[in-house]
């Protein structure tokens, strides 16, 4: 039985929206661990795209509930969920589909529909969170963000793994800075390999041929999303932009070197751990959408870049 039809094992559903992209997933760790704490007997639901189901078994106790995004309801009967959690934002696009499940319980931000913490822009993404369920009543820990370890094994365990991609322009490094990094690194003795979707494949390409590499390094687009965070779970080191590749590598404490664009690391940036950011917030232009690269992030040297891994002891 579906949750569209009612509920599977007499159990009261709880359903959390949050219909964004990977690194959204991770930051949210902490509140979805809390939520799983706090109702035990309820079946957990999390409203998101498809393409994160394996992903989403990381965090574990959840099923998916496919949802493109906010252009639409979500499919779900009204009345039939008992807690909705609103995940997403504080925006009236957000507040109005949770707010058409009719649940017994609502949990968000303050809205014209009723009480809760006003929203924050400054606050990280994973005190954000953690912040809404502690004034709803829910003890939460920003740090509880450890994911369960992928059942797939890492295809190149002890590699060093260049996320080479981004969603968008605005945190593309320029692929001849990535190319001098995975020259100077292969150089050095470590197993450079080149990750990200199908669509990034040609970018990795060629990084990896500027940098005089075998095609072989190439993992872009032949990995599942398990098999992607088996590989940055087992890896030496991992160098990224502001993407999901990073905050998997904060989930599983994987040492990583983070460049920073549009993006403030203050709100999205790893906690204490091996990791190093790199930016120059003076710069920062902190257009997401923009085709071309952020300024903050074209001012990160390759110097910057392998000074940072020596700092991590990987030099």
């Not at 009612?6 to 991770?26: F, I, T």
């Not at 822009?121 to 820990?141: F, K």
């Not at 369960?148 to 094994?153: K, M, W």
């Amino acid at each position: 039985m579906t949750l569209q039809d009612g509920k599977q094992d007499g159990k009261p559903e709880l359903l959390v929206l949050r219909a964004l992209k990977l690194g959204d997933l991770l930051v949210a760790v902490p509140a979805l661990h809390a939520l799983r704490r706090a109702f035990p007997g309820h079946r957990l639901r999390y409203a998101a795209q498809a393409w994160l189901t394996e992903a989403l078994g990381l965090v574990g106790g959840y099923e998916l509930l496919p949802t493109h995004g906010l252009d639409e309801p979500l499919p779900v009967k009204p009345g039939l969920v008992d807690v909705a959690v609103n995940l997403h934002g504080s925006g009236p696009e957000s507040q109005d589909r949770i707010e058409a499940l009719r649940a017994r319980r609502t949990i968000g931000h303050r809205s014209r529909y009723r009480d809760g913490p006003c929203w924050q822009p400054e606050l990280h993404e994973r005190e954000r969170w953690v912040r809404l369920l502690e004034w709803h009543g829910i003890e939460a820990d920003p740090l509880d963000f450890r994911l369960s370890v992928p059942a797939v094994a890492s295809p190149v365990p002890g590699s060093t793994v260049l996320h080479v991609g981004a969603a968008y322009g605005s945190r593309l490094w320029p692929a001849e800075r990535f190319a001098a990094v995975a020259a100077y690194l292969a150089g050095a003795g470590h197993h450079v390999i080149f990750t990200g979707g199908a669509g990034e494949r040609e970018r990795a390409l060629d990084v990896c041929r500027r940098a005089g590499l075998s095609d072989t390094a190439v993992l872009a687009g032949n990995l599942s999303l398990g098999e992607f965070a088996a590989t940055i779970a087992a890896a030496r080191l991992v160098i990224s932009a502001d993407t999901g590749a990073a905050h998997l590598a904060t989930a599983y404490g994987t040492s990583s070197v983070v460049l920073f664009g549009p993006a403030p690391p203050e709100i999205w940036g790893p906690p204490p751990g091996p990791h190093v950011v790199l930016t120059r917030a003076e710069l920062r232009r902190g257009d997401t959408f923009a085709k071309d690269p952020d300024p903050a992030l074209l001012a990160v040297s390759v110097p910057d870049v392998l000074a940072a891994v020596r700092e991590l002891g990987l030099l």
